[in-house]
């Protein structure tokens, strides 16, 4: 069963991984298909930035939610798996948990999503991860360690940071692209330097998934 999972994983993580570096491809070559204008081409340069980091957060989503959709498949109970994933489940399906209610309805409500979450047979996991809309490193790891994944090491190459990389380069100057406040001038190789990061972070990310489900039953057994 988990044989068989497991290439269904790598599957369609591997397919999702292609089509974006395909769509990647297209938003580095872009301006050299056409003839435009030098204003027009760094119009395109510079939002080539917000739409790479939504290649990179979309692959989060889509990449955590083909995983959870394995895990369910086996259908698991709520003893079987390790203590951060019950904790990340709970926490997305009784909210309250985070923020305990005052009033006296809603702590009903609460404690009877308790019940009928604790009553689950089998023990279905939330499949939609919260990217805080900034998928930075610090967050990148965080949702690897609430599925028990192993995290991703800062300098996975010599005097390469991801961590630099992804929250003072990429993540920079998406956000003040995407807020309004664009004082850059972004070049060609910045473009580049951009995909280079997001390719690199999505093999580190299905590496740790595909690893995870197999070899370390990470889901089941805690670090």
Known sequence: MADTNLSIL??????DIIERKAMLLQTKTFCF????????EQYIFN????????????????SF???VREINRLNLKMEDFCEPMVVYNMEKKVRQLKQYPNEFPRKV??????????????????PIVDTQSNVGFKVLNKILKDFN???ISDFIRPRYSL???????????RND???????????????????????????????????????????????
């Open 149 to 151: 994944l192993d995290p």
């Open 65 to 67: 939610q083909t995983y």
């Open 33 to 40: 298909r056409y003839n435009l204008k030098t204003e027009d």
């Open 163 to 173: 961590a630099v990389e992804l929250d003072k380069f990429l993540l920079k100057i």
């Open 10 to 15: 790598e599957e369609d993580i591997g397919s």
């Open 177 to 223: 692209i995407s807020h309004g406040n664009n004082p850059y001038i972004i070049k060609a190789e910045d473009v580049e330097r951009a995909i280079l990061l997001v390719e690199l972070l999505m093999d580190e990310v299905y590496d740790r998934i595909t690893h995870g489900f197999l070899v370390r039953e990470s889901y089941k057994t805690s670090v």
């Open 47 to 62: 939002f080539s930035i917000p739409i790479i980091y939504s290649i990179w957060e979309g692959f989060i989503q889509t």
């Open 109 to 126: 409500t609460m404690f009877n999503k308790l019940k009928q979450v604790f009553s689950e047979d089998p023990f279905v996991i939330f």
